[in-house]
């Protein structure tokens, strides 16, 4: 049972590919940070001190790939799906780098955790979040006033620079009118109608009002993962 680790995206895709394919929504943050070093380069991120760094796991020589992460530090690992011992494991293959926490489903950062603080250690669950998949979408009804669209060049001081989907913020001023929901449903719908499989979603796991507007609209949950903090 061992670890190998790689600085190559495009070696990681290729050894990891049956493993992370087998599994797109547990996958998903990994298969995204893969997606976007490799067409924006080591270091895709405003802050990173260091190359990206991939990994997988077997269990046997010559076995199946049963697990993997990837790091763009000083961020934290993300872990996919993966046995404690895998997690446990690979703590131990990171010793001597910088790791100021871990982001996976429960059991395999709290694996983690354990592992690389030892007994005299701390950490700390920083955030918990939940990953939603759609089922049958269900826009809000009544919607809103006004009709969603493609934001254009003109939206991006409005965008503030960001470049994907990711949260879905509203001001507070315009709060309570289901501009929210409405957005996010369009959004879905305009996945689902170009040819997304699957169409999934983080949210706060400790905030009602978001995960229940998800569920509103088609969404189920579909994991906890777990954001922890090394003291």
């Known amino acids: ?7 190559g995206v495009e070696d990681f895709r290729r050894t990891a590919g049956p493993y992370l394919d087998a599994d797109p929504a547990g996958c998903t943050v990994l298969l995204t940070v893969a997606e976007t070093v490799r067409r924006h380069g080591p270091r ?10 991939f990994g997988w796991w077997r269990r046997t020589a010559g076995g199946p790939v049963e697990a993997a ?6 961020k934290a690992p993300l872990l996919g799906p993966m046995p404690d011992e895998a997690a446990r494991e690979l703590a131990e ?6 790791v100021a926490g871990v982001k996976g489903a429960d059991g395999p950062a709290q694996a983690f955790a354990a592992a690389w603080t030892g007994s005299g250690g701390a950490w700390t ?4 979040t939940r990953l939603f998949r759609l089922g049958d979408l269900t826009p809000p009804c009544p919607a809103p006033p006004g009709t969603a669209r493609r934001a254009t060049a003109a939206d991006v001081p409005l965008a503030a620079g960001q470049s994907r989907v990711s949260p879905v913020y509203t001001p507070p001023e315009l709060r309570g009118r289901g501009y929210a929901g409405a957005v996010t449903a369009a959004v879905s719908r305009a996945a689902q109608d170009a040819g ?6 983080f949210a706060d796991a400790a905030n009602p ?12 949950p579909a994991a906890e993962h777990l954001d922890i903090g090394f003291a």
């Open 69 to 74: 992460f990837v790091q763009t530090p000083p």
């Open 196 to 201: 997304a499989r699957q169409v999934l979603l």
């Open 93 to 98: 293959a990171l010793r001597g780098t910088y």
């Open 125 to 128: 669950a920083v955030r918990r």
């Open 44 to 53: 895709p991120y405003a802050d990173e001190d260091d190359d990206a760094r």
């Open 209 to 220: 009002t978001s995960t229940a507007l998800y569920q509103r609209l088609g969404y189920r």
């Open 1 to 7: 049972m061992s670890w190998q680790l790689t600085h």
